[in-house]
Each structure stands twice: as C-alpha cells, then as structure tokens.
C-alpha cells in the first residue's frame, strides 16, 4: 500500500467526519498537560505519551511528531482503530465517553469503561491488520501480546488486570474473522 492508499483512506475520514483532524501532539498545550498527568498518575511509567501514542478526542486525532514516517499501511490501522473512537463520542456523547472512559468503575485496575472501549477498538486493529497485512500477520502471538500488554500495563493506566481474558476476547475475534472469511469463499485457513 502507498502514501496514496493512506490519503484515499483519510479523505474517506473526513467525508464521515467533516472536522476529523490530525493534530501534533507535541504541539498540544492539553495534550502536555495530560502527559504531565499521567507521568504523575502512573509514577511515572508511562512516558512516552507525547512521543509513541495515538490518542482520539472527539473527532481530533492526536499523532506522535514521527506520524508521517510511519508505514502508510500502519497509519490506516491506527486510523481504523481511532475511527471506532470517534464514533464512540458520537455515540456515548463527550461527557459519556469521559465518565466511561476514567470512572467507571475506578480509574486504575478495573476500569471496566476503558477496557470496553479500547476492546471495541483493539478488535478493529486485528480486523484491519488482517485486512491490509493478511491473516498471518493479525494472528502473530506478537501482537496480542503487545494489545494484552496495553491493557495489563502503565500505558493505559492499568485499566485490567485480568490479561487472559483479553486475550480469549481477542481469540474469539480472529475466530469470527476466520468464519467470514470461509462464509466468503476465500478460502480454508492457510
């Protein structure tokens, strides 16, 4: 896939969400001082907010200084995965998304809200990665483990503890995944 592909799939952003932006993190005065905030909150482990993360308010996307440099194919899954985001706001409202997103029902090791919304997200990773990398690629062991990882970890505040059952929920994916695809004719799995 080219930088055009990349620039189709973003002109497809902006038809479904007419004031979808990128925006510099690093030049975001709110986003350094969420940075600040979650330095403190996780004791200061995750680090790298302004620097590696991708983060959605509303239908503003917030990308690391080295997005351009990235992979176009890696820059359409990371918009996927951000699409469900914003589509999320749309359906549970600014207000909703944020008591989903860093109350319900605590802010750290069972945030239940966040798990959810990220889990919706995280299924479109896989869906896309299977889409643009093919099957192998969205089954790696690798990359549920780094998912896994996000949810069990500093980067989105500890939202679960409970690693297996990400994983399993993401299993159930692939496997739907690989239902489609047979139902579809394409073939058994390789």
């Given at each position: ?12 952003l ?40 991708i ?43 944020m ?77 739907s ?14």
């Amino acid at each position: 896939m080219s930088e055009e592909s990349y620039g189709a799939f973003a002109q497809e952003l902006h038809r479904e969400f007419p004031r979808f932006a990128l925006v510099d993190k690093s030049q975001s005065p709110s986003q350094k001082v969420i940075d600040v905030l979650l330095r403190i909150v996780t004791l200061g482990q995750n680090r790298h907010y302004l620097s590696h993360v991708i983060t959605t308010f509303g239908q503003r996307v917030y990308v690391p200084p080295t997005w351009e440099a990235m992979d176009p194919v890696d820059r359409i899954i990371i918009l996927r995965h951000e699409a469900v985001h914003i589509r999320q706001y749309k359906r549970f409202t600014w207000p909703g998304m944020m008591l989903l997103y860093l109350f319900l029902p605590l802010p750290l090791f069972f945030a239940g809200g966040r798990a959810f919304i990220e889990l919706e997200a995280y299924k479109e990773t896989l869906t896309a990665t299977w889409e643009l990398r093919g099957p192998e690629a969205a089954r790696a062991t690798s990359l549920r483990d780094q998912i896994v990882q996000r949810f069990t970890g500093s980067d989105y505040g500890w939202m679960w503890v409970h690693g297996r059952m990400i994983r399993r929920a993401l299993q159930r994916h692939l496997e739907s995944l690989e239902v489609s695809r047979e139902s579809t004719g394409l073939g058994p799995k390789p």
